[in-house]
């Protein structure tokens, strides 16, 4: 069942905000901070959170979710500016669609020619129309996609835990709509917004009557429901300072797990048995000239 935190009603720049959805994060947040300078913290403001991990995993992986205007790519700018590797999903998937790779072909073949520009490239608004409404087609497009993100997100991912990164972060904007990622994730975060900020934010940003922001919020699954899911959720309702407090919190607390040894140690190992196979070979086995 989930839990509910209740804070206080406000916070200011010197008492920084809370993330968590953990119970070992909370644990840490109430006494000395993982950071040693930094204060313990206290939440901004009341959300919903899962208390356990989604799926336990040898791959230490993160996924990190929001909404229209939570301010996500704001949140995953900080992880960056911390050293954190990043991996867009998105970009992966406007990659793997591009003209010579199988996807795009097999994109063509199921949906015809009608889909392409005159560069080649795939119309995404020709695509996303055809497939609107119709579960058959959207499957057909998922089923050829999916396993080639997959792959490449696997290949990006391999690379940074061979240059010793204790987890990365996937930036997937529809990580709980899908469900099709959750099962790499050893974590997931949402960045979540009260419903107010987020109306208000968007109608500034996209220069939107209220109906229509309205409008767009509402094609989304609620950010209450995903930060139910979550086992993490940075609350990005008041000021930046303590959502940024929030993320170096939850980075300090995601770099000093071992989640990450077995993946390395396994990769080490993996390494070390071919090196030693060619060593075999050229040493021993195969004929001197």
């Not at 939570?70 to 990659?95: E, N, P």
């Not at 709980?176 to 979540?192: I, P, R, S």
């Not at 917004?193 to 109906?211: G, I, K, P, Y």
């Not at 040894?261 to 196979?277: F, H």
Request: glycine fraction near 6%; charge should be positive.
């Amino acid at each position: 069942m989930s839990e509910v935190v209740t804070a206080p009603a406000s916070l200011n720049e010197n008492e920084p905000g809370q993330i968590s959805t953990s119970r070992s994060f909370r644990r840490s947040c109430g006494g000395p901070s993982p950071l040693g300078s930094l204060a313990p913290v206290t939440p901004d403001s009341w959300f919903l959170v899962s208390p356990t991990s989604l799926l336990p995993g040898k791959m230490f992986l993160v996924g990190l979710t929001g909404g229209i205007a939570s301010g996500k790519s704001s949140v995953i700018q900080v992880f960056q500016q911390l050293g954190c590797a990043v991996i867009d999903v998105d970009i992966i998937a406007r990659h793997i669609v591009q003209p010579g790779y199988p996807a795009h072909r097999r994109i063509v073949e199921a949906f015809g020619t009608e889909v392409l520009l005159e560069n080649g490239d795939i119309d995404r608004k020709v695509l996303g129309d055809l497939i609107f409404n119709q579960p058959d087609r959207r499957h057909l497009l998922n089923s050829i996609t999916h396993p080639e993100i997959c792959k490449e997100m696997m290949k990006e991912t391999f690379k940074y835990f061979l240059r010793g990164y204790r987890y990365v972060i996937l930036d997937i904007p529809l990580l709980f709509e899908t469900k099709k990622l959750l099962k790499y994730m050893k974590h997931t975060v949402v960045v979540y917004c009260d419903r107010d900020t987020q109306l208000a934010r968007l109608m500034r940003r996209n220069n939107l009557s209220r109906e229509d922001a309205e409008a767009r919020i509402k094609a989304q699954l609620p950010l209450k429901d995903k930060a139910r899911m979550a086992r993490h959720v940075v609350d990005n309702s008041g000021e930046w300072s303590v959502t940024k407090r929030q993320v170096v919190l939850l980075h300090a607390e995601l770099e000093h797990s071992l989640e990450y040894l077995p993946l390395r140690l396994g990769v080490l190992t993996g390494l070390a048995g071919i090196v030693g196979l060619l060593y075999l070979l050229t040493h021993y086995l195969l004929p001197s000239p």
